[in-house]
């Protein structure tokens, strides 16, 4: 597939290639799960997806088993507990209740978390109706993505067969996982009933679902699961493959990205819907390059492998060329489940989302007197996230290069999307997801024209305003923070350099519209620059508390909170620690970091 790619870059006119990285996988070999009951009676979960006449997908030979991505080996036999989200305060909350420790840990997926369309509600299941098949299960990577992205034995430097190898331990899980679909955590969930804590007293938010159990702490006294995982640890080659069209401006480049791997053999949506989308785009670019058109900025177009695992394509090729991307990387736009419904969102740091709501307007939308803009205003409300991690801007961010991640997909009365499941197939998709695939012709029609209008634009056509207005929100929400505890923190240093950022701001912005109004092309030219570079002020070496890759201070995944966002993550992460030291610490070195930005932008 690296090779196809390739080629179909080569037959638009893109200069392409393939990367080759030498990295550490694991596949699974073996599972096996059981649950015994008091009595001495069994279950035994299916820990397969069922094969539906219906849909071929699910029954060729080589698809992929049910497994977690970098789960270790191992086996245990004990009483369980169930600990809803799984997250720190789920267990601090089971701590209190005196419960804890874990040498096992099976994961499934609720349908409390699929909107009004359940068969509870009336709606049949996939592929009779647009319900959650009870048999889908969701596989994924088990790796701290939050602590290092990328390949765990190579931290800070690509992969090659001849690179020196860390010990991946310290940021590898040590017990095994095994993933399954919730008619076999019923069974599960059902033995504890009775047991330890029910859940609406434990009164946490989506620690109960949808199912017809009472999601009990436990554990039942006598009753046990037995779990046993073998998987094959493997250093293995990946491909990333890289397009390139040379633009006018050496000094400046746009990177597009979608990942090209998948955990099933389908994968309709995630990512293939992105993937036809990046091929679409260069047929587009490509038609241009045969007129004689040539863009002002380098476009580089990536399809990154092994993104499931843990982003590790994109990783390791950002690890490889960071000096020529911190030279030059304008934006990063991303799109990795391109469509997986009708409804259209976008993720961005803040100086791409004027550029990104204004493409939005000129994009109809589903063949229909709307634009894009319409749908997106309808779906959030005019809300653009902040990027924390789950896809391949990750690497660019902490680089201090802005990036965008959009896609479409479903609201809560919408068919269930079978995430990282066999059920992710063409069959799904043209019945189910998108049946016209209109929203994959509208999300290619966007993201080509944004791209379109970075490359071109003479001026750069991004609001470094913004940020000091969205650095004010995170300031604020800081604040929130601090004042909800009895302690004190002193952030003074970093309201100064916020109001230091704000007037770099606009400076800039006198300087850009002397730039344009004069038609100075050297102007121009320094004002574009500064554009490009600011974000790199961001970036801190030696990064986050015990993160060292995760280096920009605004905003990262949270440590506990898997992809979502915390903004001034150092200070907001060791204050709600209780590591006050550590907190003014990164008060100080945030506050630095802005300031640098802020002296990058100034005229």
Same mark, same amino acid.
């Given at each position: 597939? +690296?090779?196809?790619?390739?080629?179909?870059?080569?037959?638009?006119?893109?200069?392409?290639?393939?990367?080759?990285?030498?990295?550490?996988?694991?596949?699974?070999?073996?599972?096996?799960?059981?649950?015994?009951?008091?009595?001495?009676?069994?279950?035994?979960?299916?820990?397969?997806?069922?094969?539906?006449?219906?849909?071929?997908?699910?029954?060729?030979?080589? %698809?992929?088993?049910?497994?977690?991505?970098? @789960?270790?080996?191992?086996?245990?036999?004990?009483?369980?507990? /169930?600990?809803?989200?799984?997250?720190?305060? =789920?267990?601090?909350?089971?701590?209190?209740? #005196?419960?804890?420790?874990?040498?096992?840990?099976?994961?499934?997926?609720?349908?409390?978390?699929?909107?009004?369309?359940?068969?509870?509600?009336? /709606?049949?299941?996939?592929? =009779?109706?647009?319900?959650?098949?009870?048999?889908?299960?969701?596989?994924?990577?088990?790796?701290?993505?939050?602590? /290092?992205?990328?390949?765990?034995?190579?931290?800070?430097?690509?992969?090659?067969?001849?690179?020196?190898?860390?010990?991946?331990?310290?940021?590898?899980?040590?017990?095994?996982?095994?993933?399954?679909?919730?008619?076999?955590?019923?069974?599960?969930?059902?033995?504890?009933?009775?047991?330890?804590?029910?859940?609406?007293?434990?009164?946490?938010? %989506?620690?109960?679902?949808?199912?017809?159990? @009472?999601?009990?702490?436990?554990?039942?006294?006598?009753? $046990?699961?037995?779990?046993?995982?073998?998987?094959?640890?493997?250093?293995?080659?990946?491909?990333?493959?890289?397009?390139?069209?040379?633009?006018?401006?050496?000094?400046?480049?746009?990177?597009?990205?979608?990942?090209?791997?998948?955990?099933?053999?389908?994968?309709?949506?995630?990512?293939?819907?992105?993937?036809?989308?990046?091929?679409?785009?260069?047929?587009?670019?490509?038609?241009?390059?045969?007129?004689?058109?040539?863009?002002?900025?380098?476009?580089?177009?990536?399809?990154?492998?092994?993104?499931?695992?843990?982003?590790?394509?994109?990783?390791?090729?950002?690890?490889? /060329?960071?000096?020529?991307?911190?030279?030059?990387?304008?934006?990063?736009?991303?799109?990795?489940?391109?469509?997986?419904?009708?409804?259209?969102?976008?993720?961005?740091?803040?100086?791409?989302?004027?550029?990104?709501?204004?493409?939005?307007?000129?994009?109809?939308?589903?063949?229909?007197?709307? $634009?894009?803009?319409?749908?997106?205003?309808?779906?959030?409300?005019?809300?653009?996230?902040?990027?924390?991690?789950?896809? =391949?801007?990750?690497? !660019?961010?902490?680089?201090?290069? #802005?990036?965008?991640?959009?896609?479409?997909?479903?609201?809560?009365?919408?068919?269930?999307?079978?995430?990282?499941?066999?059920?992710?197939?063409?069959?799904?998709?043209?019945?189910?997801?998108?049946?016209?695939?209109?929203?994959?012709?509208?999300? +290619?029609?966007?993201?080509?024209?944004?791209?379109?209008?970075?490359?071109?634009?003479?001026?750069?056509?991004?609001?470094?305003?913004?940020?000091?207005?969205?650095?004010?929100?995170?300031?604020?929400?800081?604040?929130?923070?601090?004042?909800?505890?009895?302690?004190?923190?002193?952030?003074?240093?970093?309201?100064?350099?916020?109001?230091?950022?704000?007037?770099?701001?606009?400076?800039?912005?006198?300087?850009?519209?002397?730039?344009?109004?004069?038609?100075?092309?050297?102007?121009?030219?320094?004002?574009?620059?500064?554009?490009?570079? !600011?974000?790199?002020?961001?970036?801190?070496?030696?990064?986050?508390?015990?993160?060292?890759?995760?280096?920009?201070?605004? !905003?990262?995944?949270?440590?506990?909170?898997?992809?979502?966002?915390?903004?001034?993550?150092?200070?907001?992460? @060791?204050?709600?620690?209780?590591?006050?030291?550590?907190?003014?610490?990164?008060?100080?070195? $945030?506050?630095?970091?802005?300031?640098?930005?802020?002296?990058?932008?100034?005229?």
């Amino acid at each position: 597939m +690296a090779e196809w790619t390739a080629d179909r870059l080569r037959e638009n006119g893109w200069n392409a290639s393939v990367v080759s990285y030498n990295v550490y996988l694991n596949y699974p070999v073996n599972k096996s799960l059981s649950l015994t009951y008091s009595n001495g009676s069994t279950f035994q979960p299916l820990l397969a997806e069922a094969v539906l006449d219906a849909d071929e997908t699910t029954s060729y030979p080589n %698809r992929v088993p049910t497994f977690h991505g970098y @789960s270790a080996s191992g086996s245990a036999e004990a009483e369980f507990v /169930y600990v809803g989200r799984g997250q720190r305060d =789920d267990f601090d909350r089971l701590k209190e209740l #005196g419960e804890y420790g874990m040498i096992g840990a099976i994961l499934f997926t609720d349908t409390g978390d699929d909107g009004n369309i359940t068969e509870a509600n009336g /709606y049949a299941a996939y592929p =009779d109706g647009p319900a959650r098949n009870p048999t889908a299960v969701q596989r994924g990577s088990v790796q701290y993505l939050s602590i /290092y992205p990328g390949d765990p034995t190579t931290p800070g430097y690509p992969s090659r067969v001849d690179s020196p190898r860390a010990d991946r331990q310290a940021v590898m899980p040590r017990i095994p996982s095994i993933p399954v679909s919730y008619v076999d955590a019923i069974p599960i969930l059902a033995a504890l009933d009775g047991h330890g804590i029910d859940g609406e007293t434990v009164n946490r938010t %989506r620690w109960v679902g949808a199912l017809n159990v @009472s999601y009990s702490t436990g554990p039942a006294p006598g009753t $046990t699961i037995s779990m046993s995982n073998l998987m094959e640890d493997t250093y293995t080659d990946i491909w990333d493959t890289i397009g390139i069209i040379n633009g006018t401006n050496p000094d400046e480049t746009v990177v597009i990205g979608n990942h090209r791997d998948a955990w099933i053999v389908g994968g309709a949506a995630d990512p293939n819907s992105g993937t036809a989308i990046i091929v679409e785009l260069s047929r587009a670019f490509g038609k241009l390059l045969a007129q004689g058109w040539r863009p002002r900025r380098n476009i580089v177009l990536c399809s990154w492998d092994a993104e499931e695992y843990g982003l590790v394509g994109s990783t390791e090729w950002v690890e490889e /060329y960071v000096p020529w991307l911190t030279d030059t990387a304008v934006s990063y736009l991303n799109i990795d489940v391109g469509a997986s419904g009708a409804w259209p969102y976008i993720d961005a740091t803040p100086e791409l989302h004027e550029i990104s709501t204004n493409v939005m307007k000129k994009v109809p939308w589903m063949d229909t007197n709307r $634009t894009m803009y319409d749908a997106w205003f309808e779906y959030t409300g005019g809300s653009i996230g902040v990027l924390g991690s789950g896809s =391949d801007y990750t690497s !660019f961010v902490h680089k201090g290069i #802005g990036a965008i991640d959009m896609g479409a997909g479903g609201d809560s009365g919408d068919p269930v999307y079978h995430y990282h499941s066999n059920y992710d197939s063409y069959h799904w998709m043209s019945n189910f997801g998108d049946p016209e695939f209109l929203a994959h012709k509208y999300m +290619a029609k966007y993201l080509t024209l944004l791209a379109y209008d970075l490359a071109t634009a003479e001026s750069l056509p991004l609001n470094v305003s913004n940020w000091a207005t969205q650095m004010e929100i995170y300031y604020s929400d800081l604040e929130e923070t601090i004042n909800s505890t009895s302690d004190t923190l002193d952030i003074s240093p970093l309201r100064s350099a916020l109001d230091e950022f704000a007037s770099g701001t606009r400076e800039i912005s006198a300087l850009e519209q002397q730039a344009v109004a004069s038609q100075d092309a050297g102007l121009i030219a320094l004002v574009n620059h500064k554009k490009r570079d !600011f974000q790199r002020g961001f970036v801190s070496q030696g990064g986050l508390p015990n993160r060292e890759f995760y280096q920009n201070l605004i !905003f990262a995944p949270g440590l506990d909170t898997g992809y979502a966002p915390t903004t001034f993550p150092g200070i907001t992460e @060791s204050f709600l620690a209780g590591n006050l030291s550590v907190a003014a610490e990164y008060v100080k070195r $945030t506050a630095d970091a802005i300031l640098v930005a802020a002296d990058i932008i100034k005229n």
